[in-house]
C-alpha cells in the first residue's frame, strides 16, 4: 500500500457505510481498497493515483450524514508532474479542483467555502491538468464541426457577441439542434448559453468561491434536465480525448 496514494478518515458518522464512504470519496479518483473500521468508524482509503489523494486531503472537514470527517496522511502526496500519454483516457483525477468541489456540492454535498478555496489554491498553484485542457478544447472543436462546419468552435459560434449571448445561443440550438447530438454533460454546459462561462471555469485558474456554486447550480440543473443520466454528469470518467 502506496502511503503516497492513501488517507485515513476518522469521525465518520455511525450511519455511514463503507459504500457511502466510496459513493464520497470516488470523486477524488479510482479507488483501489477502503480499510472501513466500522467498529470505531475510521477508514483508510487507497487511491490509484497520489493526484485523487490529494484531492482526498483537500476534503478535510467537509460534511458527511452529518459529521465532519478528519482526512489526514502519513505521508503527503507529492505534486504530480502533469505526464501526457496521447490518447489515454481522461480520469476523474484529471479534472480541476474546483470542479470536482462543484460536483460534490451539486451532489448535495457540504463543503464549506474554506474547502473551495483549498480547491481554488490548488488548481492556481498546480494549473489545470494539460489532460483535461485537450479533452475540453477538443470537445469544443468537434462539436463545433460537427454542428456548425469545419475549423469552427461551439464556443465561438455560441457567444460572437456578448450582448446578445443569450438569445444567440437559444437560436443556434434551434438551428443546429446542438443540444441533441451533445452527449457528455460538457459538450451540453458548451452549448449553453453560459458556455463561455463554463469553459473559463475548466480552463482558467482564475476562479471564486461563488464560481464554484455557480457551477454547481449548473450540474444540478442538468441533473434535473436529464433524469435518465441523473446520477452525476460531471462526474462519469470521460473518454479519451484525441
Known sequence: MSATHTVHVSG???TTTKSGLHDFFTFCGTITSIDFRDADKTAIIQFEKPSAAKTALMLNGGALDGA????????????????????TPLQQSDKPRAGIAAEYLAKGYTLSDQILQRAIEIDNKQGISKRFLEYIHSLDSKLGERTLGPEKTISGKVHETVT?????????????GISKTAGTYYEKALAS?????????????????????????RIAGQHKASPATAGSPAHSPAPASS
Open 12 to 14: 465518520i458518522a455511525s
Open 193 to 217: 448559453p453560459f458556455g463561455i462561462k463554463v469553459k473559463e471555469f475548466y480552463t482558467t485558474t482564475s476562479k471564486q468561491v461563488h464560481d464554484i456554486h455557480e457551477e454547481a447550480r
Open 164 to 176: 446578445a449571448a443569450a438569445q444567440q445561443a437559444k437560436t443556434v440550438d434551434a438551428e443546429k
Open 68 to 87: 465532519t470527517l478528519s482526512v489526514t496522511s502519513d505521508v503527503p502526496p507529492p505534486d504530480e508532474e502533469d505526464v501526457h500519454k496521447e490518447g
